[in-house]
């Protein structure tokens, strides 16, 4: 019997293949003490025994009913459940995951005591294939702020108020990783975000999981993406975590990085210079620069390198001048190492312009041609780009100059 004086909760399961796991994550929502829950799964066209699990409980249980069919992942999954919801509360538990007694009872409990809160969450536990705990799921308080320096939020103990949820407009789903880290910012930058000590779920780690497969190639790209989008940079725990996948390139390495994932709305390009093949410039290095009128370009990164091979009478610190003019007109005299990143201010707002470098130091390579420095690197950066520079050289995760 439906009991009126309990706001109804509806829990979301996006659903594919996990045959293996949903039997489980099923029992925990219709075991729970709380008596009014509708219970929706949104499958993806499961090929496994999902459907027949399914079919099992909806004949039986009327608080769970589901849908299967073809769907564009995760994110969309949880979106077409929002939309197929009746509740004043949403719960989002994963096939795998599973929750915990009396969750659901404990999280109405924080949030109708708390009014404010626009979400609550509690503790968790990382369990194994076969269920068996294998430790504390890593939570703390969350803000928008703290939620800048990485996620301390356990995704299925956490519960949403449904009018919050339609604010935000659900779930980013271009995101197929990190969008519960994107729904907690977009929350968090609006709302008050509830945290209580009650452990209420119990997230799955297996070796199918998207955190054991696609941590490297899909998580990272999207948490640098939507940490760029929401707070204009990256912390020190996200650079770490990309450190650790994929080595420390330096900040060049991870503007490249950033731009191959399409971390940034718009991109000034070099479109011709006077660089050499391999990568040596003459004393007059010359090369043009073109952007949308919408994206002007904010600096120029350039890296630059004498190979010791190439000018070996150099003392060990020798230093030289760099004159920099864009379209004609002086833009800064720099002092430079054998090795240096220059930062360089554009002082030009136009879509097109011209950039030279002229070198105090220059020499006569091994077939005639004269040249001043290696130019590795030839960056203009737009102004979302050149916050991330300037943030992260401030920064001592990454040391190396580029």
């Not at 949104?42 to 409980?57: C, F, K, M, P, W």
């Not at 190639?217 to 999207?222: A, D, F, K, L, S």
Request: glycine content about 6%.
């Amino acid at each position: 019997m439906v009991h009126q004086s309990f706001p109804l909760v509806s829990v979301i399961t996006p659903s594919y293949n996990q045959g293996k796991y949903i039997r489980e994550t099923i029992e925990s929502v219709l075991n729970q003490d709380y008596p009014n829950i509708e219970y929706i799964v949104v499958d993806g066209g499961s090929t496994d025994d999902t459907l027949a699990i399914l079919e099992e409980y909806s004949q039986f249980e009327e608080r769970i009913r589901f849908i299967s069919e073809k769907d564009r992942g995760q994110s969309h999954a949880i979106n077409k459940g929002l939309a197929m919801t009746k509740g004043e509360i949403i719960g989002w538990l994963n096939s795998d995951d599973t929750y915990l007694p009396g969750a659901i009872q404990q999280a109405v409990n924080a949030l109708q005591g708390h009014p404010d809160w626009a979400m609550v969450y509690g503790k968790g536990y990382t369990i194994d294939e076969n269920s068996k705990k294998q430790s504390d799921y890593y939570v703390a308080p969350a803000n928008y702020q703290l939620l800048f320096d990485g996620c301390m939020i356990c995704q299925p103990a956490v519960f949403i108020r449904k009018n919050v949820f339609l604010e935000v407009e659900g779930v980013d789903e271009m995101l197929h990783f990190c969008m519960d880290y994107d729904l907690w910012i977009r929350i968090a930058k609006k709302h008050t975000i509830g945290f209580i000590q009650a452990a209420l779920a119990n997230a799955r780690a297996h070796s199918t999981c998207k955190t054991s497969t696609l941590w490297s190639t899909v998580g990272i790209p999207e948490v640098l993406r939507t940490s760029v989008k929401h707070y204009g940079t990256i912390s020190k725990t996200w650079l770490l975590a990309y450190q650790n996948q994929h080595g420390d390139k330096g900040i060049t390495g991870l503007l490249h990085f950033l731009r191959n994932q399409s971390a940034f709305d718009c991109l000034p390009m070099v479109t011709s210079m006077n660089r050499y093949d391999d990568l040596w410039v003459p004393p007059r290095f010359t090369f043009s620069v073109e952007t949308d009128a919408c994206c002007p370009v904010h600096s120029l990164i350039i890296k630059g390198k004498i190979p010791s091979a190439s000018a070996p009478h150099l003392p060990e610190h020798y230093k030289f001048r760099c004159s920099v003019q864009v379209d004609g007109q002086p833009a800064g005299n720099y002092i430079v190492g054998s090795t240096f990143l220059l930062n360089i201010p554009v002082p030009s707002k136009q879509e097109k312009f011209e950039v030279d470098i002229l070198s105090s130091f220059f020499l006569t390579s091994v077939d005639k041609r004269m040249v001043s420095f290696v130019a590795d690197e030839v960056i203009p950066l737009s102004i979302e780009e050149s916050k991330v520079f300037n943030s992260i050289s401030n920064s001592s995760v990454l040391l190396k100059i580029g």
